[in-house]
């Protein structure tokens, strides 16, 4: 299976801060990645050096076989939705197709113009007059019909009422099956990914703390609650992501692939949002965490 996306040591800083550090992963095609994290952990600028808009400060990357933006059949191949979903507020919903179509070489009109009147939009509207949602879905049929490889998003959705979220996660899906897509979606909105991605990256503090499939991630982690124990009388083989005490109980999430035997355990599954939420404690945690890439 090829990569869509493949980082080694990847960082990129400001001055004395670094946005991103020490970013290894390897995201096979064929899949819509969910890449989440607080605030200022560098999920944007991850998207922006895959998008070629920023050069890496240490560390290299390579975007389906190639240097970002090297060039106009490099620029062809990604798509890219920015987190406020551009479009210009004095062009006319048929302008932007129209431009689309001046500068994109693979521009599928006949995609545009059926997404547009499927989506109820009319063509002599100004996009200053569409609700933030229209706004959305424009922008989202102008990365569609570039007809990329792979379509990076950026937080698309996080302006949008709950409708609007919906019908614009559903219109990505229903494209990304049609189009056979690989999709990179940032969102801090956990409950988005859960209903559209199968792969997931948590970025915590500029680093990749996790990095895997979703099925398989969720397989491998487990919520442990019982008697207090100090975390060191674990078996090696549990990994603890996350920790929480009172006087007389302990809860662990704790990462392994071995059936968990200990009878004085409660083992209960998590959710995705469970999980996102462990990598993101950062009370059991002396200092920064290696990555963890989990494949099958």
Request: hydrophobic share 40%.
């Amino acid at each position: 299976m090829s990569s869509v996306l493949e980082a080694r040591g990847l960082g990129k800083r400001y001055g004395r801060r670094w946005a991103l550090r020490e970013c290894t992963i390897d995201i096979p095609d064929g899949h819509v990645v969910g890449l989440v994290g607080p605030n200022g952990a560098g999920k944007t600028t991850l998207l922006k050096l895959a998008g070629g808009q920023l050069q890496p400060t240490t560390g290299g990357l390579s975007v389906l076989g190639g240097r970002p933006a090297a060039g106009p059949a490099q620029l062809a191949k990604v798509g890219f939705v920015a987190q406020d979903t551009p479009v210009y507020a004095g062009l006319s919903v048929a302008e932007h197709l129209r431009l689309g179509a001046r500068l994109n070489t693979g521009w599928d009109a006949a995609m545009a113009r059926e997404r547009i009147a499927r989506l109820g939009l009319d063509p002599a509207q100004r996009a200053g007059r569409l609700s933030g949602g229209q706004r959305a879905q424009l922008a989202l049929t102008l990365g569609l019909a570039k007809r990329p490889e792979l379509l990076i998003l950026d937080e698309p959705v996080a302006s949008l009422d709950p409708l609007a979220r919906r019908e614009f996660l559903q219109g990505l899906m229903e494209a990304t099956v049609e189009h056979e897509l690989s999709v990179v979606l940032s969102s801090h909105l956990v409950s988005d990914l859960e209903r559209t991605c199968d792969y997931l990256i948590v970025l915590v503090d500029s680093r990749v703390r996790i990095a895997g499939e979703a099925e398989r991630l969720l397989a491998t982690h487990h919520r442990l609650t019982g008697p207090r124990r100090d975390p060191g009388t674990l078996p090696a083989d549990q990994h603890v992501v996350s920790a929480r005490h009172t006087d007389r109980q302990s809860t662990y999430v704790v990462r392994t692939g071995r059936p968990i035997l200990d009878p004085a355990w409660t083992v209960s599954r998590l959710t995705l949002e469970d999980l996102v939420l462990a990598y993101m404690d950062d009370s059991t945690a002396a200092g920064p965490r290696p990555a963890l890439e989990v494949r099958r």
